[in-house]
């Protein structure tokens, strides 16, 4: 009896500890995910030409990898579905029914872009504004007047939610879900490069484009963060995969998706959006590529 009464007590202080992990997790997590920022939201000039249109269209099927979350309409997706994790649901950017467009204003669209905040003052879920925070004023004016200009769709996406796993993973530090925490809020906008074949160029592309999301911040590749299915990134580094590669041959395998050892490249990686890419911008990557330092795989 002395041992089965220990046992219930040991079972019963388990028990209390897990719901008190539980309930911390759910209370941290609820007072990160309503957070709200004060962010000064710069003047961004919108502009209505074609050039400019077609400037933001080609940043949003490319290097912004746009409709790989929103759709090749803009007008909304459940694009993750993990049980136990979250359910994201891209927003419909267009002004259609159940679209975002119909309601943001021009610093609505900046706010969100450039410091991943929405209209409420909130953080974006899972919307990758530390990348384009990097954007010229006229890259992001371009890309703004893009959205603008897609016919509107009526569609209302499912809410997304953060599940309880998700939430765990969230607090721990292993989930980057708000962008507005991973982002500089007083920083100043960053004057790019010129546009060209430049590793300076480049930069601003790798930056715009998140690759360090996946490859890591020293860009040498290794598990993907919160992306436990997906396929290691490998190093991109000098003295990882692409070692040996020409610039020729770096441009080849984001139009193909095969390198050139004939291997097809993980679909986890964008390549499809990478390869739409001109050619001058995909050796502008290249070329930074080869100016970062070399490191083994993994070593941030």
């Not at 703004?144 to 200009?149: C, F, L, M």
Request: glycine share 12%.
């Amino acid at each position: 009896m002395r041992v089965l009464r220990s046992i219930g007590i040991i079972v019963g202080i388990l028990a209390g500890l897990i719901v008190i992990a539980v309930a911390a997790i759910y209370v941290v997590s609820i007072i990160r995910l309503n957070k709200t920022y004060q962010v000064n939201v710069e003047q961004i000039a919108i502009p209505g030409d074609a050039a400019s249109i077609e400037r933001g269209r080609h940043l949003a099927t490319t290097i912004g990898q746009c409709n790989d979350c929103h759709g090749n309409n803009l007008a909304g997706k459940v694009f993750l579905d993990a049980p136990g994790i979250a359910l994201l649901s891209s927003a419909n950017l267009t002004s259609g029914e159940g679209g975002v467009g119909r309601t943001f204003s021009d610093a609505d669209w900046v706010r969100a872009l450039r410091h991943g905040v929405g209209p409420n003052g909130k953080s974006l879920l899972a919307m990758p504004s530390q990348n384009y925070s990097a954007l010229s004023e006229q890259d992001l004016g371009a890309l703004i007047a893009y959205v603008k200009s897609v016919p509107p769709i009526d569609h209302v996406p499912p809410p997304s939610e953060v599940r309880p796993l998700g939430r765990a993973l969230f607090v721990a530090g292993q989930i980057d879900a708000l962008p507005a925490e991973r982002i500089d809020q007083d920083a100043p906008p960053q004057v790019p490069p010129p546009m060209g074949a430049t590793p300076e160029y480049g930069h601003y592309l790798v930056r715009v484009g998140g690759c360090a999301d996946c490859h890591g911040a020293s860009l040498s590749g290794g598990p993907v963060p919160g992306a436990p299915d997906a396929p290691p990134a490998v190093n991109i580094t000098p003295s990882g995969a692409i070692s040996g590669w020409s610039d020729a041959d770096f441009v080849k395998a984001m139009r193909t998706g095969i390198n050139p050892a004939g291997h097809q490249i993980a679909p986890f990686m964008p390549w499809k959006y990478i390869g739409k890419l001109t050619d001058d911008e995909l050796r502008a990557i290249f070329l930074y590529l080869r100016t970062v330092p070399a490191r083994p795989t993994g070593a941030q």
